[in-house]
């Protein structure tokens, strides 16, 4: 998994699918990346993300809920972004569609 860290905005670029088959593994390399992070803003860049499930919104809510700032996810394909919305994540944090 790749991250950037840029002007204290830190982006995960997820990939593939996440699913119950890797959400641990994921979920793992996520909190090693923000280890060593600090405060920064974290932006999750969704471009390569072709599906995720429940096992994997679950990651993310668990991220949101340590960071000490809102999280975004960006360049979410259509049919990602209606996961994610028929989830209610849009109350939660910023989604922003390709």
């Known amino acids: 998994m ?4 840029k002007d204290g905005i830190l982006t995960i670029f997820l990939e593939g699918d996440i699913d ?13 990346i923000l ?3 600090g405060d920064a803003s974290l932006v999750f860049d969704a471009r390569e993300l072709a599906y995720i499930s429940s096992s994997g919104l679950r990651i993310i809510l668990t991220i949101q809920k ?4 809102n999280i975004s996810i960006i360049n979410l394909s259509a049919e990602v972004l209606g996961i994610f919305k028929m989830a209610g994540f849009q ?8």
């Open 35 to 37: 280890q060593n992070q």
């Open 2 to 5: 790749r991250s950037d860290n």
């Open 20 to 32: 119950s088959l890797n959400a641990t593994d994921v979920q793992q390399e996520i909190e090693e």
């Open 91 to 98: 109350y939660m944090m910023e989604l922003k569609g390709v």
């Open 66 to 69: 340590k960071q000490h700032n």
